[in-house]
């Protein structure tokens, strides 16, 4: 088995990573480095300069994730800025930024930047999942997702805070199929094979 470093401060987040990418035969390990995270509405650019930034410090296979929230009727606002607005202002004076005749479609996007320093390489994974912004927080059944009261998920009526567990593997289910970590593993099968 393959391993990576996860430059992360999250231990839960490397345990999510170690589960997601062991199918493809890497385990995870976490691996923690202060990284300065640039303001930018590009979720990728941020990854990608945080990856960088660690190719510096590096002897290792590396990654970095960040994620994004982005409301079409703000322009993508708040995107990667996600945790500290929400921080900010809550999860109800997001939805209320958004007027009663604009479209309330949004998109959460996941990227993983995996740096390689033998090589000098950053190479970019990114997944995104369609959905709406509620008009107010709905919900009690969070799972530690700071969106989960707001966030609709596409094909569904129900904000994930609302779904029960059940309902909640099935959108993960959709939700993995694909996505940065699906295809990060399918990568690195990939490249361990040759």
Known sequence: MEHLAFITSNAAKVQLADERLRPYGVSVGQRT?????IQS??????ARHKAQQAMQNATEPF??????FSVKALNGFPGPMIKPVLTAIGDERL????????TRDVEVAGVIAYGNPTQNEVKIFEGTYAGTLAEKPRGDNIRGWLLSRIFIPHGWNQTLAELNDEEWNRFLEDFRHNDHYDK???????QYKE
């Not at 990654?63 to 994004?68: M, N, T």
């Not at 990060?184 to 990939?190: E, R």
């Open 95 to 102: 939805t209320k930024m958004v007027g009663p005749d604009d």
């Open 41 to 46: 509405f590009d979720v990728a650019e941020v």
């Open 33 to 37: 480095l202060k990284l300065e995270e």
């Open 184 to 190: 990060l593993g399918k990568w690195l099968a990939d």
């Open 63 to 68: 990654f970095v994730e960040d994620a994004a």
